[in-house]
């Protein structure tokens, strides 16, 4: 039941933070773009799409760990990602980390143009006619800085989020403000950081919604903190669980601390 | 000798500046009010009122991409046409030659004070602090920069410097400094304390031997240079004395008065949301003879300080900048830790990649990363400067520069080499998942408790 091209051949590049601290997320990825008719691997040899090392200045390493990316995706017709940040890298950022290497760019300019984030993907393959799931609770959406501005999503998840049965959107004001999550920032400039996060955790508050959903793990994992912090019983799940109906896992830092 | 006068940067400190900014709960409000609250629904505001302005952005950009690569024609032309209109033009390479040029003019005078418009560029060469080692008294006639020179403070935004303080504190500021006033008077409406600090600078207005300003734009065309204000007090600065010495970078050439135009309309509406500014004065030469008044000699500083040495570089695209301050206002980071605590005269996005170019990466090697690269600087840039890519250039000088050092280089360090083993990555992320598990409360960062087994392991384990 396809509303495009026909998906069958997808790379699921995981992202380190699902692979460490939710897998959950990865399998309910899975479920998602088998639903959409893909045949979905996750090749062994991926790792980290080398953020870390690019947005701290070392782009030898950065260049070292996405070159490993390139390879390991390099049989599959599409590439996605349950995370707007690590698709933003491999599709906006790894041709430029290239740019002055004539063997490496065009592989990176290749691989950059099958990489898609898991909305935008599911949007495009997923038939909406029917039901995803079900999910009777009013929530609010965090828009990652990456997927809204490097990756242009935001019209997607909203799509599909429609497509649950019994979910209840209530819009974040300040949608397009970050969060204060920046990947290594929040260490490096912690303070910093969640004071920005206690900012968005008011705002979330003020939706009144039960749950926060969003497409990367990393924000997320910095608002459940501070919703914790501030003794908030807001729930925090990746759209990808609500998506495929695994949002009966605990929630992100949730009661499973 | 060449004068070293550029402020003395407190960069490297940035990480207590943030501190003490997020402790002082009145700053914090005054930020929320001022940025989310003023500046971005004020250009929210002027951006709805003109159904052109994306193509309006796009016109300003090349207008800014043609002018640089064609600088060296456009700098020659408008120093032809400044003389034709009867001024003089001096060319300054470095901070320390144009207070030197500056400081001749004066004593060509004998002047004892000058008036000022509001000018970053003579807070990029720390004009005030050498003029008053020469016994000049330099009036600062904008409000916000009259009220932090009363403070002894630094701006802390380029287009408002002083909006880091309350009313309160301007009232308890006036009641300091102007002494000849009733001590008991009511300064609790801003519009007492600007009459207040109007009364007391027309006098300054009147007697000043030298007018100095900045420049927005400068026209190759015509020789003309364009300030814009919201108060009126750069036409008095430049219009009263007899003399006035406009200051400005080899940036703010622009080839038309049809292109000044163009950016004009972008530059207030994304600054303030204004159509324009409610001054805007184009000046060309000194007084002719058929003049009714202004300035008996005309000086034009142009100031390259190591802008020449971006041309053409890899951060060439932030000489597009028109200063608006859009950057700044929509900063997650500026809107938490305000203008000082980034240590020197450009604060924000823009700040943290002109910083280090005149500071040296040693000195700001963490302006460039106290930033989320959350992208919104770039989405409200008027003439498109890609600033996180800019950005990121930066963190990568640092980098090589050695920066960050110690025990956050090596943890970088040996992530990265894991990152290239995913064998070995593996079982070290399956010793994380069981660490942190353990770990408990202990946890840093606000990481929560894995879920359990790395999704690699599961999923090779044959998990759905």
Same mark, same amino acid.
């Given at each position: 039941?396809?509303?495009?091209?026909?998906?069958?051949?997808?790379?699921?590049?995981?992202?380190?933070?699902?692979?460490?601290?939710?897998?959950?997320?990865?399998?309910?990825?899975?479920?998602?773009?088998?639903?959409?008719?893909?045949?979905?691997?996750?090749?062994?040899?991926?790792?980290?799409?080398?953020?870390?090392?690019?947005?701290?200045?070392?782009?030898?390493?950065?260049?070292?760990?996405?070159? %490993?990316?390139? #390879?390991?995706?390099? /049989? @599959?017709? $599409?590439?996605?990602?349950?995370?707007? *940040? &690590? =698709?933003?890298?491999?599709?906006?950022?790894?041709?430029?980390?290239?740019?002055?290497?004539?063997?490496?760019?065009?592989?990176?300019?290749?691989?950059?143009?099958?990489?898609?984030?898991?909305?935008?993907?599911?949007?495009?393959?997923? %038939?909406?006619? #029917?039901?995803?799931? /079900? @999910?009777? $609770?009013?929530?609010?959406?965090?828009? *990652? &800085? =990456?997927?809204?501005?490097?990756?242009?999503?935001?019209?997607?998840?909203?799509?599909?989020?429609?497509?649950?049965?019994?979910?209840?959107?209530?819009?974040?004001?300040?949608?397009?403000?970050?969060?204060?999550?920046?990947?290594?920032?929040?260490?490096?400039?912690?303070?910093? /950081?969640?004071?920005?996060?206690?900012?968005?955790?008011?705002?979330?508050?003020?939706?009144?919604?039960?749950?926060?959903?969003?497409?990367?793990?990393?924000?997320?994992m910095k608002q459940a903190g501070q919703l914790k912090d501030q003794k908030s019983k807001v729930r925090v799940y990746h759209i990808a669980e609500i998506l495929a109906g695994m949002a009966d896992e605990p929630g992100v830092e949730g009661n499973n601390a | 000798m060449t004068l070293f006068s550029q402020p003395n940067p407190q960069c490297h400190d940035f990480l207590n500046g943030a501190h003490d900014a997020l402790a002082n709960d009145r700053l914090q409000k005054q930020l929320a009010k001022s940025l989310k609250d003023g500046f971005q629904k004020k250009r929210l505001k002027g951006m709805s009122r003109l159904p052109e302005y994306e193509q309006l952005r796009d016109r300003a950009r090349d207008i800014k991409i043609h002018t640089l690569e064609n600088l060296d024609l456009y700098l020659e032309q408008f120093e032809t046409q400044v003389i034709n209109a009867g001024g003089q033009v001096h060319w300054a390479k470095d901070d320390g030659e144009a207070c030197q040029i500056i400081l001749d003019i004066c004593d060509g005078v004998k002047a004892k004070t000058v008036t000022k418009g509001k000018s970053m560029i003579t807070e990029e060469i720390g004009l005030n602090a050498q003029l008053k080692a020469q016994g000049i008294v330099p009036i600062e006639t904008d409000l916000g920069e009259y009220i932090i020179q009363l403070r002894d403070e630094p701006p802390s935004h380029i287009i408002a410097p002083a909006f880091h303080i309350s009313k309160e504190q301007v009232a308890d500021t006036f009641r300091q400094h102007h002494a000849d006033q009733k001590?008991?008077?009511?300064?609790?409406?801003?519009?007492?304390?600007?009459?207040?600090?109007?009364?007391?600078?027309?006098?300054?207005?009147?007697?000043?031997?030298?007018?100095?300003?900045?420049?927005?734009?400068?026209?190759?065309?015509?020789?003309?240079?364009?300030?814009?204000?919201?108060?009126?007090?750069?036409?008095?600065?430049?219009?009263?004395?007899?003399?006035?010495?406009?200051?400005?970078?080899?940036?703010?050439?622009?080839?038309?008065?049809?292109?000044?135009?163009?950016?004009?309309?972008?530059?207030?509406?994304?600054?303030?949301?204004?159509?324009?500014?409610?001054?805007?004065?184009?000046?060309?030469?000194?007084?002719?003879?058929?003049?009714?008044?202004?300035?008996?000699?005309?000086?034009l500083v142009l100031l390259d300080n190591r802008r020449s040495d971006l041309l053409g570089g890899p951060l060439h695209d932030v000489l597009r900048c028109i200063r608006c301050g859009a950057c700044i206002n929509h900063c997650p980071i500026y809107g938490k830790v305000s203008g000082h605590?980034?240590?020197?005269?450009?604060?924000?996005?823009?700040?943290?990649?002109?910083?280090?170019?005149?500071?040296?990466?040693?000195?700001?090697?963490?302006?460039?990363?106290?930033?989320?690269?959350?992208?919104?600087?770039?989405?409200?840039?008027?003439?498109?400067?890609?600033?996180?890519?800019?950005?990121?250039i930066w963190r990568g000088r640092a980098f090589e520069a050695g920066y960050p050092a110690g025990l956050q280089r090596l943890a970088l360090k040996i992530w990265a080499a894991l990152a290239k083993r995913a064998g070995l990555y593996r079982w070290m992320a399956r010793l994380s998942v069981f660490g942190l598990r353990l770990l408990g409360p202990l946890r840093p960062y606000h990481l929560p408790k894995p879920q359990g087994g790395t999704f690699m392991d599961r999923y090779n384990g044959g998990e759905k």
């Amino acid at each position: 039941m396809m509303t495009d091209t026909q998906p069958c051949n997808v790379g699921l590049f995981v992202t380190c933070l699902v692979d460490l601290m939710r897998p959950s997320v990865g399998f309910a990825a899975l479920r998602l773009l088998e639903r959409a008719g893909a045949q979905v691997v996750a090749p062994n040899t991926q790792t980290c799409c080398g953020q870390p090392a690019y947005n701290s200045g070392d782009f030898s390493n950065a260049r070292e760990i996405a070159k %490993d990316v390139i #390879e390991a995706f390099e /049989s @599959f017709e $599409h590439v996605v990602a349950p995370s707007g *940040s &690590c =698709a933003g890298m491999i599709r906006g950022q790894y041709p430029e980390l290239f740019k002055d290497d004539s063997t490496w760019f065009p592989r990176a300019q290749n691989l950059a143009s099958r990489t898609f984030e898991l909305c935008e993907y599911l949007d495009k393959y997923l %038939d909406l006619s #029917e039901p995803l799931a /079900s @999910f009777n $609770h009013t929530i609010t959406y965090h828009d *990652s &800085c =990456a997927s809204r501005r490097e990756m242009g999503v935001v019209d997607q998840p909203r799509k599909l989020l429609g497509a649950v049965d019994g979910l209840e959107l209530k819009e974040l004001a300040d949608t397009e403000t970050c969060c204060g999550f920046g990947g290594l920032f929040s260490i490096k400039f912690a303070e910093l /950081s969640d004071t920005i996060a206690n900012t968005k955790v008011d705002l979330i508050k003020n939706t009144k919604a039960e749950v926060l959903v969003g497409g990367d793990l990393g924000c997320l994992m910095k608002q459940a903190g501070q919703l914790k912090d501030q003794k908030s019983k807001v729930r925090v799940y990746h759209i990808a669980e609500i998506l495929a109906g695994m949002a009966d896992e605990p929630g992100v830092e949730g009661n499973n601390a | 000798m060449t004068l070293f006068s550029q402020p003395n940067p407190q960069c490297h400190d940035f990480l207590n500046g943030a501190h003490d900014a997020l402790a002082n709960d009145r700053l914090q409000k005054q930020l929320a009010k001022s940025l989310k609250d003023g500046f971005q629904k004020k250009r929210l505001k002027g951006m709805s009122r003109l159904p052109e302005y994306e193509q309006l952005r796009d016109r300003a950009r090349d207008i800014k991409i043609h002018t640089l690569e064609n600088l060296d024609l456009y700098l020659e032309q408008f120093e032809t046409q400044v003389i034709n209109a009867g001024g003089q033009v001096h060319w300054a390479k470095d901070d320390g030659e144009a207070c030197q040029i500056i400081l001749d003019i004066c004593d060509g005078v004998k002047a004892k004070t000058v008036t000022k418009g509001k000018s970053m560029i003579t807070e990029e060469i720390g004009l005030n602090a050498q003029l008053k080692a020469q016994g000049i008294v330099p009036i600062e006639t904008d409000l916000g920069e009259y009220i932090i020179q009363l403070r002894d403070e630094p701006p802390s935004h380029i287009i408002a410097p002083a909006f880091h303080i309350s009313k309160e504190q301007v009232a308890d500021t006036f009641r300091q400094h102007h002494a000849d006033q009733k001590r008991d008077r009511d300064l609790s409406e801003p519009t007492t304390l600007v009459h207040e600090a109007r009364t007391e600078l027309r006098a300054k207005f009147l007697s000043a031997d030298v007018g100095i300003t900045g420049a927005n734009f400068l026209i190759a065309e015509s020789g003309t240079g364009v300030i814009v204000t919201n108060e009126g007090n750069g036409d008095l600065t430049q219009s009263l004395p007899s003399v006035h010495i406009a200051v400005g970078s080899i940036e703010k050439i622009v080839p038309t008065l049809e292109d000044a135009d163009t950016l004009l309309r972008l530059l207030a509406r994304t600054a303030t949301g204004q159509e324009l500014s409610v001054y805007t004065t184009f000046f060309s030469g000194a007084k002719r003879t058929t003049d009714m008044d202004g300035p008996e000699q005309f000086h034009l500083v142009l100031l390259d300080n190591r802008r020449s040495d971006l041309l053409g570089g890899p951060l060439h695209d932030v000489l597009r900048c028109i200063r608006c301050g859009a950057c700044i206002n929509h900063c997650p980071i500026y809107g938490k830790v305000s203008g000082h605590a980034y240590g020197w005269v450009y604060p924000g996005p823009i700040g943290s990649i002109l910083t280090p170019h005149f500071v040296g990466v040693d000195e700001a090697h963490l302006l460039p990363n106290a930033c989320t690269m959350c992208g919104r600087c770039e989405e409200v840039c008027p003439v498109r400067i890609a600033l996180p890519k800019l950005l990121r250039i930066w963190r990568g000088r640092a980098f090589e520069a050695g920066y960050p050092a110690g025990l956050q280089r090596l943890a970088l360090k040996i992530w990265a080499a894991l990152a290239k083993r995913a064998g070995l990555y593996r079982w070290m992320a399956r010793l994380s998942v069981f660490g942190l598990r353990l770990l408990g409360p202990l946890r840093p960062y606000h990481l929560p408790k894995p879920q359990g087994g790395t999704f690699m392991d599961r999923y090779n384990g044959g998990e759905k």
